[in-house]
């Protein structure tokens, strides 16, 4: 079965800190791993990631991939309370036809 | 472009009714999928369909129907609304051929059956 997980499910830390969230999967097939940020409503895509070791960066959102350990960060820095909100870590597989399997989530609270 | 679109945004449903909540898309997606979420579950997959005439189930298809006769409209049916299947509705769509991951998500539909 396809399985991602992300830990932790809930983190709440000081405006300025630095943040990592951690997304491992099993999963067959993978093609690439994706990152969304969820507000209050639908998920928002961050970042794709396909390759091992290639940091991909957007301003203070930075991830990078590990095919050999099957895993994925998310670092923030310099957080800020805009960056509350749920965090999705996505797998993208093709059994037949293509797929994104979740994580469950990490909930981030940035307290002022 | 008005992206993707999910009508209702909230819904009560006594157990045993049976509704359909809508999802359309007016940028000729070819893949639709349907998911909800659930507290501390992220994102699971209901049905999807890759185009007009074909659909599949993802991984948690039971109670649910669904259809896809045009490009634009992928409507999810509950035939018969049970207390489990209270929780946060998403439509996403995607051109297929550049990858799922460029999903766009519907705003969401709240369900709670009593």
């Known amino acids: 079965e396809d399985k991602v997980v992300q830990s932790p499910l809930s983190l709440v830390v000081h405006e300025g800190d630095t943040v990592t969230l951690n997304c491992s999967y099993e999963v067959t097939n993978f093609r690439s791993l994706l990152w969304y940020k969820q507000e209050k409503k639908a998920p928002t895509f961050l970042f794709m990631l396909t390759s091992s070791g290639i940091e991909k960066k957007s301003g203070r959102l930075s991830s990078i991939l590990d095919k050999k350990e099957l895993f994925s960060i998310l670092n923030i820095t310099a957080t800020q309370t805009g960056d509350s909100a749920v965090y999705l870590c996505?797998?993208?597989?093709?059994?037949?036809?293509?797929?994104?399997?979740f994580g469950q989530g990490t909930r981030l609270t940035i307290n002022p | 472009n008005a992206g993707v679109t999910q009508t209702p945004k909230f819904q009560v449903l006594k157990t045993g009714q049976s509704m359909t909540l809508q999802c359309a898309q007016d940028m000729n997606h070819e893949y639709m999928s349907w998911y909800r979420q659930d507290p501390g579950m992220g994102l699971r997959l209901i049905h999807y369909s890759v185009g007009a005439g074909i659909t599949d189930q993802g991984e948690v298809p039971n109670g649910y129907n669904v259809s896809r006769s045009t490009t634009e409209d992928f409507p999810l049916r509950l035939l018969s609304a049970a207390p489990s299947q209270t929780s946060v509705y998403f439509c996403?769509?995607?051109?297929?051929?550049?990858?799922?991951?460029?999903?766009?998500f519907g705003p969401g539909t709240r369900l709670t059956v009593t």
């Open positions: 996403a769509s995607s051109y297929s051929g550049r990858g799922i991951y460029e999903q766009y």
């Open positions: 996505a797998v993208y597989i093709i059994q037949g036809a293509q797929k994104l399997v």
